[in-house]
């Protein structure tokens, strides 16, 4: 058991960015990911089908093995991941807009959060967003067109730049600081969204966050590996152009 892998699923390759930090942190730990990007984007699904995706993802890493389950997708997560943790008996860990830190590290009092519609519009962000914001005005902005583009291998560019300026000038006229990226696949755009927000902006993501909580549970359960190197398999579904490409063409991709 305590060798089996990690498993991780995303809409397609966002969910790169979690697995980057996971292998940091754990790099003794044997990891399957899995790129639903035949399905992606999930950011504009009825609630019904990203649940369902979710589990038929969660459903196919447990056949493969997995001792835990890492939703590194935030539509996934603040939709799917109590449906989840009731369905299957192993531990899960989800990904939520870091609104908390952002909420404790801001001084001007206002903070943007750039996410998907599914992700803005479920629950249990609106539950994190008055648990912990409740005294900070919070931006929010669906950064709709994004997901699609990232998915095609563009993350720079004049296309990218104008849908970018469109989300975030009007955040940047309410004097955020803090601007928390609330998808797992907008950390590919870090460099442009680093160009258009003023250097008093802070940007942040889920990635250690979701790593340590990882580790947390691992140790928890007991069921940290002890292998001396980690080994990392890619499954996907779609097309693998650009998984492949942000995995620097390292690692043998399976479609399924």
């Given at each position: 058991m305590n060798n089996s892998p990690i498993g991780i699923f995303d809409s397609g390759i966002g969910g790169i960015?979690?697995?980057?930090?996971?292998?940091?942190?754990?790099p003794k730990e044997n990891i399957i990911y899995f790129s639903d990007n035949l399905n992606s984007p999930y950011g504009n699904k009825p609630i019904e089908t990203i649940q369902k995706l979710s589990y038929n993802n969660a459903q196919w890493l447990l056949e493969k093995g997995c001792k835990l389950i890492v939703v590194a997708c935030n539509t996934a997560t603040t939709n799917s991941i109590s449906n989840l943790r009731d369905k299957f008996n192993l531990p899960f860990v989800g990904i939520e807009p870091a609104?908390?830190?952002?909420?404790m590290k801001t001084k001007t009092g206002k903070i943007g959060v750039l996410a998907t519609k599914g992700t803005l519009s479920s629950?249990?962000?609106n539950l994190t967003s008055a648990d912990h914001a409740?005294?900070?005005e919070i931006i929010e902005k669906n950064g709709d067109g994004?997901?699609?583009?990232i998915e095609n291998g563009i993350f720079e560019g004049i296309e990218i730049e104008n849908l970018l300026h469109e989300y975030l000038d009007f955040m940047i006229n309410k004097k955020i600081d803090h601007l928390v990226l609330g998808c797992t696949h907008y950390p590919f755009?870090?460099?442009?969204?680093?160009?258009?927000?003023?250097n008093s902006v802070k940007i942040i993501d889920s990635g250690e966050a979701v790593a340590r909580q990882t580790k947390a549970l691992l140790i928890?359960?007991?069921i940290e590996s002890n292998c001396k190197q980690g080994h990392y398999s890619f499954y996907y579904n779609g097309d693998s152009?650009?998984?492949n490409k942000v995995l620097n063409h390292k690692f043998e991709l399976k479609r399924i």
């Open positions: 960015t979690i697995f980057n930090s996971i292998k940091k942190l754990l609104i908390k830190p952002a909420a629950s249990l962000f409740s005294n900070i994004l997901v699609k583009l755009l870090n460099k442009v969204i680093s160009k258009i927000l003023p928890n359960n007991k152009a650009t998984l």
